[in-house]
């Protein structure tokens, strides 16, 4: 998963990484978040989903803390952290920012 993760976020496009457990109830609250964000902005934005518990190494890498985290990856660098529950409005604006 590591060597696959580096080569996800090693793109081009920007890519949101949501880091959550399956225990994380504030976690289940951006599921339907982000599938607005990919609706709205789907050829500009590659999400993808990091459960800590399964990936610990990943999670410790970056430094997670606490969760929801989401990340903005943009040439397999991390060039935005915001924690907690965000809106689509939000993560639209932010992803904009790396195109």
């Not at 109830?25 to 500009?44: D, F, W």
């Not at 970056?62 to 060039?79: C, W």
Request: charged residues 25%; glycine residues 4%.
């Amino acid at each position: 998963m590591i060597s696959r993760f580096a080569n996800i976020v090693k793109s081009e496009k920007p890519v949101l990484v949501d880091f959550y457990a399956e225990w994380c109830a504030p976690c289940k609250q951006i599921a339907p978040i982000l599938k607005e964000v990919k609706s709205k902005s789907a050829e500009s934005v590659r999400i993808i989903k990091v459960n800590v518990d399964k990936n610990p190494y990943i999670a410790s890498k970056y430094n997670i803390k606490s969760i929801p985290t989401i990340m903005v990856f943009k040439s397999g660098e991390p060039v935005w952290t915001g924690t907690g529950v965000k809106t689509s409005k939000e993560l639209i604006k932010v992803i904009k920012r790396f195109l």
